[in-house]
């Protein structure tokens, strides 16, 4: 789930952290990470069974519009079922989401700036006879950026 | 000169309004600036107009080429397990296909196998490749859905039958030779392949493939799941049909499970065949046309 494990512990170390990478010298900063903060907006899949019990812990591959064969993304939804991914281009972003031989994939139309299309219908009227992936858009604050590459590490 | 903590708080303060936003569950602003993802390593550009090769396959995956032990205990082995199709038509379908949603894809291309045939999904060893249903010619573009009806077969090794299942259960020393013939008449209109690969992709001049794909788990459940798990709690299992089996052979067509099974196991069979039809591990709408 696109949330910051004890995020404000986390929002303290990120002002340090672009403090400190502000203030230091260019030389010492050689070599040494960088991470940059800003706001943007992501989609959020949230997938479940059937039965309504999420599906914690699956797998997904996330698929950008002019490349269908290649995972953009690609990690495991939280306990509630929930994945958060930010678009970089308009079009049919495709998630496949799987678990214990199960799954599906959603097609999510994004228009400019990284807004779910009005037309997209997956979050609502699905008959529940096997399982849903339903998907809203969140502003994905500027802690994203941190995040993206704290679930990456987890990979 | 500013304190450091003086200054992490003035620089806290500022990103505040945005930083409370962040994790909310709001409808997206446009406030969007792309982050630096990891960039695809490679595009794939779909041109329509020009032929590739499209094979459709047919997979009952490792339950049926390996073996399985079912929810109730009993090791299932086949030796043969025969499915009937006809009408496989795969489509280039715009929208997606929602097989949750149900109907018929809307498609731009759309490529047929009419003619009816009998596949073997047990054939070849442990490793062996999902069974080849047939190559055809097709435009290039996104085959991304997947129909078939499943029919009693003409002719062939499971004349009359829909479905031939031939195999040995065995269960703490006792074995039972089964022949099971089920002959209802099904259709199965799938979306997207869902699994380890994306598949129905077709270059101009290129190749790809298509697949059926049954679980037969659903029949017989799974002993190495739970007990309680969705597939084993709707599954027949294999009790119910070695209760009916006479000196160790278990030889029947579906009149004779209507006529020996109790009315709710053979219920429940009836309602589980409808389920078997996937793409890959997604699900499909399901239609039982009759029981004939």
């Known amino acids: 789930m696109a949330c910051f494990p004890s995020w404000s512990n986390g929002l303290q170390r990120l002002g340090m952290a672009a403090i400190a990478i502000a203030l230091a010298p260019s030389a010492a900063i050689a070599h040494g990470a960088h991470i940059q903060a800003r706001t943007t907006t992501a989609v959020e899949v949230q997938a479940a069974y059937d039965t309504g019990?999420?599906?914690?812990?699956?797998?997904?591959?996330?698929?950008?519009?002019?490349?269908?064969?290649?995972p953009v993304f690609t990690g495991t939804t939280d306990a509630s079922g929930r994945y958060v991914f930010a678009p970089t281009q308009p079009g049919d972003w495709e998630v496949s989401v799987r678990q214990a031989g199960h799954g599906d994939i959603a097609v999510i139309p994004v228009e400019a700036d990284s807004v779910i299309a009005s037309s997209f219908t997956n979050d609502a009227g699905l008959s529940p006879l096997q399982r849903v992936i339903v998907a809203g858009a969140v502003t994905w604050g500027c802690i994203g950026t941190a995040l993206f590459f704290w679930r990456r590490g987890k990979q | 000169?500013?304190?450091?903590?003086?200054?992490?708080?003035?620089?806290?303060?500022?990103?505040?309004?945005?930083?409370?936003?962040?994790?909310?569950?709001?409808?997206?602003?446009?406030?969007?600036?792309?982050?630096?993802?990891?960039?695809?390593?490679?595009?794939?550009?779909?041109?329509?107009?020009?032929?590739?090769?499209?094979?459709?396959?047919a997979n009952g995956e490792d339950f049926v080429r390996q073996g399985f032990v079912t929810k109730d205990g009993w090791?299932?082995?086949?030796?043969?397990?025969?499915?009937?199709?006809?009408?496989?038509?795969?489509y280039q379908s715009d929208p997606p296909y929602d097989a949750e949603a149900g109907g018929k894809p809307t498609a731009s291309e759309t490529v047929s196998i009419s003619e009816p045939m009998t596949v073997d999904l047990a054939e070849g060893d442990d490793a062996a490749e999902p069974i080849l249903v047939k190559t055809v010619q097709a435009p290039a573009g996104r085959y991304n859905a997947l129909s078939w009806k499943m029919m009693p077969a003409a002719d062939g090794p499971a004349a009359g039958q829909t479905i031939w299942m031939e195999g040995t259960a065995t269960k703490e020393g006792e074995t039972i030779d089964f022949v099971m013939k089920l002959d209802p008449t099904l259709e199965f209109v799938c979306g997207d392949f869902v699994g380890d690969e994306r598949k129905g992709?077709?270059?101009?001049?290129?190749?790809?493939?298509?697949?059926?794909?049954f679980h037969f788990d659903h029949l017989f459940g799974d002993?190495?799941?739970?007990?309680?798990?969705?597939?084993?709690?709707?599954?027949?299992?294999?009790?119910?049909?070695a209760a009916i089996a006479e000196g160790g052979t278990l030889d029947v067509d579906m009149a004779a499970l209507e006529s020996q099974?109790?009315?709710?196991?053979?219920?429940?069979?009836?309602?589980?065949?409808?389920?078997?039809?996937?793409?890959?591990?997604?699900?499909?709408?399901?239609?039982?046309?009759?029981?004939?």
Do not use: W
Not at chain 2, 201 to 213: K, M, Y
Not at chain 2, 262 to 289: A, D, F, K, N, R
């Open chain 2, 201 to 213: 992709i077709l270059e101009p001049s290129d190749q790809t493939d298509l697949e059926a794909t």
């Open chain 2, 261 to 292: 099974l109790s009315p709710e196991q053979y219920q429940t069979l009836m309602g589980i065949l409808p389920s078997l039809g996937h793409v890959g591990e997604g699900h499909c709408e399901e239609t039982q046309l009759v029981d004939s």
């Open chain 2, 223 to 241: 002993g190495e799941a739970p007990p309680d798990d969705d597939i084993n709690t709707g599954a027949l299992g294999f009790d119910p049909l």
């Open chain 2, 1 to 57: 000169m500013f304190s450091l903590k003086l200054l992490t708080r003035t620089a806290i303060a500022a990103a505040l309004p945005t930083l409370l936003l962040a994790c909310s569950p709001q409808t997206t602003t446009d406030e969007a600036t792309a982050p630096q993802a990891e960039a695809p390593t490679e595009e794939t550009t779909v041109a329509a107009g020009e032929d590739g090769e499209l094979t459709i396959r």
């Open chain 2, 75 to 90: 090791e299932i082995s086949f030796d043969h397990l025969y499915v009937s199709l006809t009408d496989v038509t795969a």
């Open chain 1, 53 to 70: 019990e999420p599906m914690a812990e699956a797998s997904v591959q996330v698929f950008a519009p002019d490349d269908p064969q290649t």
